[in-house]
T-cell receptor, first 111, second 110 residues
Framework: QQPVQSPQAVILREGEDAVINCSSSKALYSVHWYRQKHGEAPVFLMILLKGGEQKGHEKISASFNEKKQQSSLYLTASQLSYSGTYFCGTEWNTNAGKSTFGDGTTLTVKP | DGGITQSPKYLFRKEGQNVTLSCEQNLNHDAMYWYRQDPGQGLRLIYYSQIVNDFQKGDIAEGYSVSREKKESFPLTVTSAQKNPTAFYLC?????????FGSGTRLTVV
């Protein structure tokens, strides 16, 4: 089952913050986040494995809630370079061997 | 540098033709994947392989075929049975902690 990402799109000014959510109807084994620039390959940002986990990557961080059914990606003090489409990938169990991706959230940062 | 190489970057297919997309990795990853991406949409899994000489169908395998004869290589053939093959194709590999993607092949039917 595909995870649901929200919002579908967001427009920001430089320096503003954004939150992107990735939700599942059942508990997940893992969530991983990617950013894709137009016409390019998705780039891995981070992976979360434990309920309640939080991780950071410069000004981009993510959390995984205790029930492991929702992950949120936080972009603070956004920069122009943050523009792109953000995807979450999810795995249901450790033996899944494959990930299911959300439809993506398009982030546009304007000067 | 380690990574995934996809070729060609652009590919044009005539109606009724089979075409093969190349994917090579030097990351020593066991698992490899093929995803299809349509404009404005997410990634849909075509095939995946967790070990040499073994692969499984993903969600949209019809009209596609793959092979995994070497750990480094996972080519995808788009057959004439795939009626709507125009899309961006991404190959990925993994060692279990996130995916590394290739730069993609954009396939267009002419």
């Amino acid at each position: 089952q595909q995870p649901v990402q929200s919002p579908q799109a967001v427009i920001l000014r430089e320096g503003e913050d954004a939150v992107i959510n990735c939700s599942s109807s059942k508990a997940l084994y893992s969530v991983h986040w990617y950013r894709q620039k137009h016409g390019e390959a998705p780039v891995f940002l981070m992976i979360l494995l434990k309920g309640g986990e939080q991780k950071g990557h410069e000004k981009i961080s993510a959390s995984f809630n205790e029930k492991k059914q929702q992950s949120s990606l936080y972009l603070t003090a956004s920069q122009l370079s943050y523009s792109g489409t953000y995807f979450c990938g999810t795995e249901w169990n450790t033996n899944a061997g494959k990930s299911t991706f959300g439809d993506g959230t398009t982030l546009t940062v304007k000067p | 540098d380690g990574g995934i190489t996809q070729s060609p970057k652009y590919l044009f297919r005539k109606e009724g033709q089979n075409v093969t997309l190349s994917c090579e990795q030097n990351l020593n990853h066991d698992a490899m994947y093929w995803y299809r991406q349509d404009p404005g949409q997410g990634l849909r899994l075509i095939y995946y392989s967790q070990i040499v000489n073994d692969f499984q169908k993903g969600d949209i395998a019809e009209g596609y075929s793959v092979s995994r004869e070497k750990k480094e290589s996972f080519p995808l053939t788009v057959t004439s049975a795939q009626k709507n093959p125009t899309a961006f194709y991404l190959c990925a590999s993994s060692i279990g902690v996130g995916y590394t993607f290739g730069s993609g092949t954009r396939l267009t039917v002419v």
